[in-house]
């Protein structure tokens, strides 16, 4: 089936350490975004990636990286510079410029806890 | 930056009621979308309307669009429980050329059966 794969669902972190979110997509779109989620709140953008090897800082990238080396990946690095870490992270895709009208795709989001 | 802002944040209706939600935005855009979220799921999308349109509906779903105020509003007429999630406007804005959506803060609607 076709669709956005995060992962781990849950996910903690102990302080001082980093940790890599997953996303992968078969859905063959180009653009790519990381948002995080606290409780009871909307989304913030932290990275976003039109095209391979190529990426652009979100609302709030500090303590947080991202690569993008191949289409169907783009994984999210939650550095120990983050130090609010704890939220939910959803990944998402597009198949085009969303000015054209296209929409965002997202994965089911994983669960980061500090411990 | 926060483009959209819904309100209310919260609405509690009973089965078969309408519901309104409302999202105001502060820049010029190209389209605005609405979205759904079930509780610790991803976001799903419902609807969009483009700049120059005025009015959308898809099945239960109505959208409306007013520029010149800079705001929209979802409604959902003959609720039913399943509708209980939290629905979250999202602009497309001119000044990022359509490279990225930003997000309200969502509206948690709960329908009572």
């Known amino acids: 089936d076709g669709g956005i794969t995060q992962s781990p669902k849950y996910l903690f972190r102990k302080e001082g350490q980093n940790v890599t979110l997953s996303c992968e997509q078969n859905l063959n779109h180009d653009a790519m975004y990381w948002y995080r989620q606290d409780p009871g709140q909307g989304l913030r953008l932290i990275y976003y990636s039109q095209i391979v090897n190529d990426f652009q800082k979100g609302d709030i990238a500090e303590g947080y990286s991202v690569s993008r080396e191949k289409k169907e990946s783009f994984p999210l690095t939650v550095t120990s510079a983050q130090k609010n870490p704890t939220a939910f992270y959803l990944c998402?895709?597009?198949?085009?410029?969303?000015?054209?009208?296209?929409?965002?795709?997202f994965g089911e989001g994983s669960w980061l806890t500090v411990v | 930056s926060q483009q959209g802002e819904e309100d209310p944040q919260a609405l509690s209706i009973q089965e078969g009621e309408n519901a309104t939600m409302n999202c105001s935005y502060k820049?010029?855009?190209?389209?605005l979308q609405w979205y759904r979220q079930n509780s610790g799921r991803g976001l799903v999308h419902l609807i969009l309307?483009?700049?120059?349109?005025r009015e959308k509906h898809s099945g239960r779903l109505r959208v409306t669009l007013d520029t010149s105020k800079k705001s929209s509003s979802l409604l959902i007429t003959a609720s039913r429980a399943a509708d209980t999630a939290s629905y979250f406007c999202?602009?497309?804005?001119?000044?990022?050329?359509?490279?990225?959506?930003?997000f309200g803060e969502g509206t948690q609607l709960t329908v009572n059966p």
């Open positions: 998402a895709s597009s198949g085009g410029r969303l000015l054209s009208g296209n929409t965002i795709y």
């Open positions: 309307i483009r700049s120059n349109e």
């Open positions: 820049t010029s855009i190209n389209n």
């Open positions: 999202a602009t497309d804005a001119k000044e990022t050329s359509g490279s990225r959506l930003t």
